[in-house]
C-alpha cells in the first residue's frame, strides 16, 4: 500500500457518491478503440439501429454515410442545446462536454437528465420533458452526441446521410401531434 494512493481513491470514492459532484460524465475521457457495448449495432428496424440490448446507437457507412437519426440529431442539437453545449457537443465553458456523457453515461440517465433536468448551485441544465422539438427527437441527439464522442462522425454537418425512412416519418408525426 502506498500512502499517496489512498487519498486519491478516497476522493475518487467520494466523487462518486455525490451525484452531479466531480467526477462528471463528460469529463472522463473516451477511448475510440476500447470496447463499448453501448456502441456496436446489433439490429436494424426501420431504418433506426439498435445495440444488443436495444439502446439506439449510430450506423456509418465506410464512405462516411450517415443513417437518418444521426444527421437529424446533428440539426436538433445544433437547434436545442449548442447554445450550452457548445457546438458538436464539443462543451463551453457553462456546460458540459456531452459528447463524452453520451459514450459514458447509462442511456436511460441520459434520457432522465435530459426530462427533468439537473442543477448543481448555479450550474442549470433546464428540463426539456414538455418541449416535443425535444423529446420527439431525443434518440437523434443522443445517437448523434455518441458518435461525435466515439470520433465516428467529424464536426460539422455530416455531407452523406441515408434517406428517412417511412416509419421514422410516421413516428415523428405521430409525436408531433
Ligand atoms: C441553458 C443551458 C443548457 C441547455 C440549452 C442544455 N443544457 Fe444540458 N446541461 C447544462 C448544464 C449547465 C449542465 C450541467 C448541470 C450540472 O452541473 O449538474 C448540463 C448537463 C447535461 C447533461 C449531463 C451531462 C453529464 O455528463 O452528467 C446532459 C446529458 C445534457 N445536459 C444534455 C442536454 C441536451 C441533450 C440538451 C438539448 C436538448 C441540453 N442539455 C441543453 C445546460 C444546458
Not at 97 to 108: H, L
Not at 128 to 133: L, Y
Not at 138 to 151: E, F, N, P, Q, S
Request: proline share 7%.
Amino acid at each position: 500500500m502506498t500512502r499517496s494512493a489512498t487519498p486519491f481513491l478516497a476522493a475518487a470514492a467520494l466523487a462518486l457518491a455525490v451525484p452531479g459532484a466531480a467526477l462528471a460524465w463528460s469529463d472522463q475521457p473516451v477511448d475510440p478503440s476500447a470496447e463499448h457495448p453501448q456502441v456496436p449495432v446489433d439490429y436494424e428496424e426501420n431504418g433506426r439501429y439498435y445495440t444488443e440490448e436495444g439502446i439506439p446507437t449510430y450506423e456509418i457507412d465506410e464512405d462516411g454515410t450517415v443513417d437518418w437519426l444521426t444527421f437529424s440529431g446533428f440539426r436538433r442539437y445544433h437547434a436545442e442545446c449548442h447554445t450550452c453545449h457548445g457546438p458538436d457537443g464539443e462543451g463551453s465553458t457553462y456546460a458540459p462536454k456531452i459528447k463524452n456523457s453520451a459514450v459514458n453515461m447509462d442511456y436511460y440517465d441520459f434520457y432522465a437528465t435530459v426530462v427533468n433536468g439537473r442543477h448543481n448551485g448555479n450550474s442549470v441544465m433546464p428540463s426539456f420533458g414538455e418541449n416535443p422539438n425535444v423529446m420527439c427527437y431525443l434518440d437523434d441527439i443522443y445517437v448523434y452526441l455518441k458518435a461525435r464522442g466515439m470520433d465516428a462522425v467529424a464536426r460539422g454537418r455530416p455531407s452523406k446521410k441515408d434517406p428517412k425512412s417511412d416509419a421514422i416519418s410516421e413516428m415523428e408525426n405521430a409525436c408531433m401531434g
